[in-house]
């Protein structure tokens, strides 16, 4: 088992700056992507950004060029630095892990970002 601790969120202006995190623990070694997904009410969960074991990252359209997804591996801890807020990005945040060879996926608790305009 995988568990997926988050902090950072809160409350930015429009064109703000947030931080996200979050630390794995448990059978870390069976990670192989780690990402970011969000959900705003009444929408779906959709993927923010993510990143592989060997660096290559992805992300959305919607945040390219404004979000940046990290990750350190001595601290089993992935970071979102989210740069240019809009209100469009108010949305619970999930930290997700997953395993390729498990083919399993494990969640964090979400953290809430709320984005004032």
């Known amino acids: 088992q995988v568990q997926l601790v988050e902090s950072g969120g809160g409350l930015v202006q429009a064109g703000g700056s947030l931080g996200l995190s979050c630390e794995a623990s448990?059978?870390?070694?069976?990670?192989?992507?780690m990402g970011w997904y969000r959900q705003a009410p009444g929408k779906q969960r959709e993927l923010v950004a993510r990143?592989?074991?060997?660096?290559?990252?992805y992300y959305a359209d919607s945040v390219k060029g404004r979000f940046t997804i990290s990750r350190d591996n001595a601290k089993n801890t992935v970071y979102l630095q989210m740069n240019s807020l809009k209100p469009d990005d108010a949305a619970v945040y999930y930290c997700?892990?997953?395993?390729?060879?498990?083919?399993?996926?494990?969640w964090g608790q979400g953290t809430q970002v709320t984005v004032s305009s």
């Open positions: 990143i592989r074991n060997g660096g290559s990252t």
């Open positions: 448990g059978s870390i070694y069976t990670i192989n992507i």
């Open positions: 997700n892990a997953r395993s390729d060879t498990w083919g399993k996926d494990w």
